[in-house]
Structures are given as C-alpha cells and as structure tokens.
C-alpha cells in the first residue's frame, strides 16, 4: 500500500458522509449537542472547491454571551478553526476514526520563532510562508 492509502480511504468515508447527509450547515446528521474538549467530529470547510466534511477533534469550548463556538483542529491537514456548533457532527459510524490522524505535530529542529504577537514575528511567518508554501517539502521525523 502507498502512504496515501489511509488518506484516500478517510476521503472515500468522507464522500460518502457527503452524500448521505449533504455539505451545509442544515445537513442531516447527529449534531454535536453537548461538545467536549478532544471529542471527535465531523465538521464543514470549505477546501476551494466547497464545502466538504473534514475528520476533526474539538480543542476547546468556548462559551461568549448567548454564543457558543467550538476551537477544533482538522486531525489530517492541521489546521485549526472556531466554529459555530451546527458546522459539526458526530459520525454515525465511529470506525472513520479508525484510521489514526494524518497531520503530526512537529517542531522544525534549532529553529526559534518568536509568536506572532511579538516583535519580528508576523515578519518570521510570512519568511516561513515563502519558503515553504505550496512546494514539496521532505522532513525527517524523529
């Protein structure tokens, strides 16, 4: 089997997901009526082609006013978002979690950033950015 087999396998349940409950925030489905923090979820995003659902895991509940948003991290690509509740749901079928997350969390090794609030920091981003966005990148993970 290539690397890309468990990816390919999660788009192929998550088309199917698609298909069976629809892609906006009215699609049918079990809702996620009382989120908690590392719950898994479905959840809506919208990858420049449309919306689609992404295998995600609820980080942090956040409660403001008569709102409540939900900070989650898409566990195959990384990326984190805060959303409304009704852009997520609970699987059905819990085996679409069968396969473990493709995203690792890693650090790049000597490299010190300072975070983006500080000084240089929106500077050293963009630099990161440049270097690496949209190009095939090789790391070794130890």
């Not at 069968?98 to 969390?105: G, R």
């Amino acid at each position: 089997a290539t690397p890309t087999a468990p990816l390919e396998t999660i788009d192929k349940a998550l088309a199917k997901v698609g298909s069976e409950c629809g892609t906006s925030t009215s699609a049918s489905g079990n809702g996620v009526l009382e989120p908690k923090r590392n719950m898994n979820c479905l959840a809506l995003f919208d990858d420049g082609t449309g919306m689609k659902w992404f295998r995600a895991k609820i980080l942090m509940v956040i409660r403001e006013k008569n709102e409540e948003l939900l900070r989650i991290r898409y566990v195959d690509f990384g990326n984190e978002e805060t959303v409304k509740s009704e852009r997520l749901r609970i699987p059905a079928d819990d085996s679409i979690f069968s396969n473990p997350p493709i995203a690792q969390e890693c650090e790049l090794a000597f490299v010190k950033v300072p975070s983006l609030d500080k000084e240089y920091g929106n500077e050293a981003a963009i630099c990161l950015n440049d270097l690496v966005f949209g190009k095939k990148v090789t790391a070794t993970m130890h």
